[in-house]
């Protein structure tokens, strides 16, 4: 299974990395990772959470993967230096990469 | 917390500051001069059992098992520290760090990966019940924490000041960054600031992509960060001093020793959770 990455530095912020694998036209793994500070710890499994299983043609619509993700979000969240939108952006950038599980270290 | 990756805010001074966050501060002044603070001071500890002793300490400040805690890092052995939302691969060779004879240790907090290198750094962390910043955002919280060290600076003639979220610098860059963990009803707030820096070690450990550059416009990563030496003279020990000085006129301060229990709690914690490949490679 190919590995897609995708980077995305939120301006005026931090950075969000998404590494997601595609299996039968959908995403099969996602990993958000970045410097962002995010309270509570669990919410990051929350984002992953609502990109887990989402259609790639769905997952090409910034504005719904952002809207999902916010959907997702416990109401306690608080997301600093990041928004839904930039793990958005991060998650097309993935989808558009070439794939890279033979490049990367 | 990381002192590659400086933010691009724009620098914010000091006289931009709200009078609403004035009267906050004054606020926390006065809450935290009652708290009843105690210092631990530096101890050369590994870095994989200082990342465990944060949550040691935060859980036995939560559980009222001891006060508000100062505590200063002392560093056995040179190390990169990941932020708990930070990818391994992604932020740091390890094959470099291996050779380098660089620990890897992931920390509770969020933020970036930070480089430290015994004598060449100041990390202090703060634990304190939730109380001490009732009423104050957790974004705003980050500048809050961290202002007695701002001033510390300034009474030493370092031209420091906050720059939010998370940086304290100066007009030639920044300086140090902090981190915070959030437990209900408990903080801890962690500050490493950069006094000596060994930019080319740093680039090599540290993998600094273009996409983190991408709205910052400079080249060079390491050109961001300012240590300390550059406006400074003093030797590193006396700047820790200076600092512990201040806290204690502003807040007061007693020193305190860890305790047989904390010690033995934090070396559970190693060996159950942060010196685990588990633990470690949790975003792989």
Sequence with gaps: MNEQHGEYKTPG????????TIAEGRLATAQVSGDFFLYPDETLLSITGALIGMETAIALEEHTVASQITAALPPDAVLLGFTPESVARAVRRALVAEPESEVRK | MTISDSQAEPIRLPDEQTTDSTAKNAAITDRWRNAGWELLPEASLSPVMNVALDEALLQQVGKGLRPPTLRFWGWASQAVILGSFQSVRNEVDELAAREMGVDIVRRMSGGGAMFVQPGATITYSLYAPEDLVRG???ADSYAAFDSWVVEGFQELGVQAYYAPLNDIASPEGKIGGAAQARRPGMVL????????MSSDEMLRLLRIGREKLSDKGI??????????RRQTDLPRT???AHLI????QRFGL???VLTA?????????VANKYGTEKWLRSLP
Excluded: M, N, W
């Excluded at chain 2, 229990?261 to 914690?269: D, G, I, K, R, V």
């Design chain 2, 219 to 228: 080249v060079s990563a390491a050109k961001r960060v300012s240590p300390l």
């Design chain 2, 136 to 138: 104050v955002s957790i």
């Design chain 2, 261 to 269: 229990e904390e010690l033995a709690s934090a070396e559970t914690l």
């Design chain 2, 189 to 196: 707030h962690h500050t490493t600031i950069a006094y000596e």
């Design chain 1, 13 to 20: 912020g931090k950075l969000v990395v998404v590494d997601l």
């Design chain 2, 238 to 240: 006396e700047i820790v």
């Design chain 2, 245 to 248: 000085a201040h806290f204690r």
């Design chain 2, 254 to 256: 007693t020193e305190s």
